[in-house]
């Protein structure tokens, strides 16, 4: 799909074969390796990263979050993240500064929890003090609403420039394409 006009296609993945395709994709969130765990960033947030929760199967990417008190999963504060999520990212493999974005995403029925939500974004070179735009976030207690917002310095977390878009479809009954 996309959007029109003259755009070259420079990055692609269709997820084919049994594994992550790793001179694409980190497993993980700026992990020292691509089998380590990323502990969560901030207190504020459930999950730890776990490349164990990252697979490839037909064609699709399958990031998965269970609820574990895995070692490795520790919070700043020392507490354990309740969960283990799954996760990808280009950083290091793929880096880009202009351009457009987009995946086909199927989300199952009942995804996220308030602390704990897919979602689809792009980040800066230096994150976070260079921003992130939320391409979507789907958070399972608002079962109609995507989530669309841009964060950055003094505009970050409930402050960021928001846009919520009510779904006139069942989220979980297909892939659906968010660019």
């Known amino acids: 799909s996309g959007v029109p006009g003259a755009w070259k296609l420079v990055f692609q993945d269709e997820f084919e074969g049994t594994q992550l ?3 694409k994709w980190r ?8 089998t380590a765990l990323t502990k969560p960033p901030n207190d504020l947030e459930v999950s730890c990263y776990d490349p164990a929760q990252v697979k490839v199967t037909q064609g699709s990417l399958e990031l998965t979050a269970v609820a574990t008190t895995k070692s490795g999963c520790e919070k700043k504060d020392g507490s354990k993240a309740p969960y283990a999520s799954g996760l990808v990212m280009s950083d290091g493999r793929y880096n880009f500064s202009y351009g457009f974005v987009e995946a086909r995403i199927w989300l199952p029925p009942g995804t996220g929890t308030p602390e704990n939500w897919a979602a689809f974004w ?3 070179k230096t994150w976070p003090e260079d921003g992130e735009i939320d391409i979507m976030e789907y958070i399972g207690r608002e079962p109609d609403l995507i989530l669309g917002t841009i964060h950055g310095p003094g505009y970050s977390g409930a402050l960021g420039l928001s846009k919520w878009n009510r779904q006139d479809y069942d989220i979980a ?7």
């Not at 497993?27 to 691509?34: A, E, I, R, T």
């Open 21 to 23: 395709d790793t001179t």
């Open 27 to 34: 497993p993980n969130w700026f992990g020292s390796s691509d």
């Open 122 to 124: 792009v980040n800066g």
């Open 173 to 179: 009954d297909d892939f659906h394409t968010y660019a």
